[in-house]
């Protein structure tokens, strides 16, 4: 899996990454609102919508930025979940899948009934192949929605699932995390193989 498919949109449709980063009235807490937004600093604020438009835009340096950032926005506000969720969702783009996993486990764990904590954690172990904790996170979320855009993005996450189900894509059980980033690196390196090969047959 490369890390930037957990934030994946669809164009023309609401999204949970629009919930979260707007600080739409069902998606942040009322507890924390538009404060957890505004202890972002306005530069990765900036960074942050483009990698929910499109994660792929953001290059390797500001990827790192955005992630040193929010790291430190969550260090001086330890117990703000959505901010652990934004962090998590950054980690994920610049391919830290552990990290992040612990991350949104901290944002679940701070806020058990915080809608968007519990679908993006849903999100992340449908995107790593592990079916069981996906749909109880997202089952959990679709209890937790408070409006009908929540309960539309989580009856998708969930339709999602099943059908990953039904067609026999599971992993099984959650294991490390790095064979994932570890399979694309390899994928990386046979395509540069194989180009290098093709480009010597030429010459």
Not at 6 to 19: A, F, P, Q, W, Y
Not at 133 to 152: D, G, M, P
Request: some cysteine.
């Amino acid at each position: 899996m490369a890390g930037n498919e957990i934030v994946l949109n669809e164009k023309g449709s609401t999204s949970s990454d629009d919930v979260l980063m707007n600080g739409a009235a069902s998606g942040l807490s009322p507890r924390v609102g538009y404060g957890a937004l505004a202890a972002v600093p306005e530069e990765a604020q900036i960074l942050l919508s483009r990698m929910f438009a499109d994660p792929s835009v953001l290059d390797k340096t500001q990827r790192a930025g955005l992630v040193r950032d929010l790291r430190l926005c969550v260090q001086t506000n330890p117990d703000v979940s959505e901010l652990r969720v934004l962090f998590g969702m950054a980690l994920c783009v610049n391919l830290e899948v552990s990290d992040a996993i612990e991350e949104l486990r901290e944002g679940v764990r701070l806020a058990p009934h915080s809608f968007i904590a519990q679908l993006k954690m849903g999100e992340l172990w449908m995107r790593l192949r592990v079916m069981d904790k996906a749909e109880e996170h997202t089952r959990r979320a679709a209890l937790l929605a408070a409006n009908r855009v929540q309960a539309e993005l989580a009856r998708r996450q969930g339709a999602s699932i099943r059908a990953m189900k039904h067609a026999g894509i599971e992993r099984g059980g959650y294991k490390s995390p790095w064979t994932l980033v570890t399979r694309v690196v390899r994928r990386l390196r046979r395509r540069e193989s194989s180009e290098a090969i093709a480009l010597a047959e030429i010459s």
